[in-house]
């Protein structure tokens, strides 16, 4: 049984570049949640997908932010125009529809510098 | 805007003590009730969720939920040192329709277990 599997696990990018990252959840999981987390604070949540549909979008996240999850399965968090301040690691989690919302399986983490 | 509160400590208890560690939220609405550990440099895990007023017990974890004061604790019995982390409380509902399964953090309190 595979967890949940980030790339890159980290990325180095200059300000104003784009950068994708990709989350692969537990293969029977349908829900999959964005985390943003920065040194010494708790995660915060940026947006959930139950299957393909997106639910939930934090207000935080600016239209620079963008994520999908065609088909259900992988899902990708692509940032436009990278700024300093969206230095972060970037988790991604998945939950299974019989279990409580909030009972999440988290990857590694994408770790995010922009110079 | 749901907050979560935790001491950041850090909390120092030699190998063996009680390590209590309290958290308080803010939405009275609140249902589900979660404690993650995190060490360094690792993503947050899951171990411990709560739903009910009353303790819940799980190995030398104890969760303890008192709705009417908004305060969730964890009690780690007899700490090692591998307890050493990062712990982190959080809370997520109320549910509706498949919305609002976003999780609230709170920013952690680190725990040291001395050998």
């Known amino acids: 049984d595979t967890g949940v599997s980030q790339d890159p696990r980290h990325k180095i990018t200059k300000r104003g570049q784009n950068v994708t990252f990709r989350c692969d959840p537990i293969?029977?999981?349908?829900?999959l949640y964005w985390y943003r987390q920065t040194l010494g604070q708790g995660p915060e949540f940026l947006t959930y997908?139950?299957?393909?549909?997106?639910?939930?979008k934090s207000r935080l996240l600016s239209d620079r932010f963008s994520a999908e999850r065609p088909k259900g399965s992988f899902s990708t968090l692509e940032i436009q125009r990278t700024e300093q301040g969206d230095s972060a690691m970037y988790l991604c989690a998945s939950s299974s529809s019989g279990g409580a919302p909030g009972e999440l399986f988290f990857g590694e983490g994408s770790r995010l510098t922009v110079l | 805007q749901k907050e979560v509160e935790q001491n950041s400590g850090p909390l120092s208890v030699p190998e063996g003590a009680i390590a209590s560690l309290n958290c308080t939220y803010s939405?009275?609405?609140?249902?589900?009730f979660f404690w993650y550990r995190q060490y360094s440099g690792k993503s947050p895990e899951l171990i411990m969720s709560?739903?009910?007023?009353g303790d819940k017990e799980d190995g030398r974890f104890t969760a303890q939920l008192n709705k009417a004061s908004q305060y969730v604790s964890l009690l780690i019995r007899d700490s090692q040192p591998s307890d050493s982390a990062t712990y982190l409380c959080a809370v997520n509902g109320p549910y509706s329709g498949g919305s609002n399964y976003k999780l609230t953090f709170g920013k952690g309190t680190l725990l040291t277990v001395n050998p």
């Open positions: 293969s029977e999981h349908n829900r």
């Open positions: 709560i739903y009910s007023n």
């Open positions: 997908f139950q299957n393909e549909a997106q639910l939930e």
């Open positions: 939405d009275r609405g609140s249902q589900s």
